[in-house]
């Protein structure tokens, strides 16, 4: 004979999400037969109240006409919480009309404004489509509203960089910038539209600051080879143990020759 629990102790009950049966306690009151349905119940009851949450802080007009998010004015684009995790406004906004977001895929503005939520504004697509549509609308250099630099500027720092009479740190200090974006200028990682001559190849001794020639590498190279020590090497040509070492292994000096 199958067991049955005793009346007087508890009840079958029906979970009030999926209508399995299960048996709880009297003094439990159980209305779910496991977390995950009750989580489950959770969010489709507060679903509703989160999305009304989130239209309360959108000005919203005509469906040809920006909705702006009103909230988070210091930031370029709004966010906020959603139950558990934070997700910026235009990304629920295409979700709560057009469901999930498959993972990788960016919504961009076809607008170009980045507090819009306006779900007619919005498309899909991958950083590729996103950079295609920057291009075509000419959305690069002077046009970018958080570049510091103009195409003027841009022509001076190379030009000044390419005589050698300043430094990426001292070039960066006079335009008010990071030495990290005057490197990427003058490589060319940036404002890559702008046509302007690349800089020549500084290497060896024409490198500011150097302590090595490459007579004084060749040397090393001897030297080593020789069987002398690195501190010897370095008393004896003036530069560092670790940058003599570099330039015999041919982690630098590359184009010299070596015979080992």
């Known amino acids: ?11 079958w009950h029906a979970c009030h999400t999926c209508g399995l049966n299960f048996y709880a306690l009297y003094k439990r009151r159980r209305k779910y037969c496991s ?28 469906n040809d006409q920006c909705w702006e998010w009103i909230p988070n004015k210091s930031q370029r684009y709004g966010n906020m919480r959603f139950f558990k995790h934070r997700i910026a406004a235009h990304r ?36 590729a489509d996103n950079m295609e549509d920057r291009n075509r609308k000419g959305r ?8 510091k630099l103009s195409p003027l500027q841009v022509e001076e720092i190379r030009s000044l960089y390419r005589v050698g009479d300043l430094t990426q740190q001292e070039l960066a200090s006079r335009y008010g910038v990071r030495q990290t974006n005057i490197s990427e200028i003058i490589r060319g990682s940036t404002w890559k539209e702008l046509s302007f001559p690349s800089p020549p190849l500084y290497r060896g001794e ?34 560092s143990t670790g940058t003599i070492d570099a330039a015999v292994k041919g982690h630098t000096w590359k184009w010299v020759k070596r015979c080992f």
Do not use: Y
């Open 1 to 11: 004979m199958p067991w049955e629990p005793r009346s007087e102790v508890g009840r």
């Open 35 to 62: 977390k995950k349905c009750s989580d489950n119940r959770t969010v489709e009851r507060n679903e509703e109240v989160e999305i009304a949450r989130f239209w309360s802080k959108v000005r919203r007009k005509t």
């Open 92 to 127: 629920l906004s295409w979700e709560i009309h057009n469901g999930k977001i498959q993972e990788g895929l960016l919504i961009c503005h076809r607008c170009d404004n980045a507090r819009c939520v306006n779900p007619l504004h919005l498309f899909i697509g991958t950083q």
């Open 140 to 147: 690069f250099g002077k046009h970018l509203g958080n570049r």
């Open 206 to 239: 024409n490198v500011r600051h150097s302590r090595l020639t490459e007579q004084k590498v060749k040397e090393a190279i001897e030297l080593r080879n020789l069987g002398w020590s690195l501190p010897k090497l370095s008393r004896l040509l003036g530069a």
